[in-house]
């Protein structure tokens, strides 16, 4: 087994599909990130509010039912990652508007492209990958 020189970033994934879910996990987790998911945004939300500053990086589906969306779990996780982008899983093609919060939106079936999208943002001085669409508050 490999040895890292250096703690593995949590993810917390919030996706109501429970395959896709699944899958971005295992894949993240290959990619060398720690990786746990909720079922909803309700979850997601009392997650990030109990773990703080321990989950590194939020990708959410953008649309979910219920009250909380994706929006709020935004606001939560940049309480304590300020500087750091949420990544939204989008099934829109020119993917989303985030007009108050520091963005990466994805495809909703790409989970590759969000592991390299996380591996570039976790690099200092990286970009995110140029197929994922940046956008940033102003």
Do not use: N
Request: proline content about 9%; overall charge negative; charged content about 20%.
């Amino acid at each position: 087994m490999e040895a890292h020189s250096h703690p593995r970033q949590t993810v917390l994934v919030v996706d109501d599909d429970p395959i896709s879910g699944g899958l971005l996990v295992q894949i993240l987790r290959m990619g060398g990130f720690e990786a746990v998911r909720t079922a909803c945004a309700s979850h997601g939300l009392l997650t990030l509010c109990k773990a703080r500053a321990g989950v590194d990086w939020l990708v959410t589906k953008l649309e979910m039912p219920g009250l909380i969306d994706a929006w709020i779990l935004a606001d939560e996780f940049h309480r304590h990652q300020a500087d750091r982008p949420v990544v939204l899983l989008t099934d829109s093609p020119t993917g989303c508007d985030a007009p108050a919060i520091d963005a990466v939106a994805a495809p909703a079936g790409s989970p590759m492209l969000v592991v390299e999208a996380l591996q570039a943002l976790a690099q200092p001085r990286r970009p995110a990958p140029p197929s994922l669409e940046i956008s940033r508050a102003a």
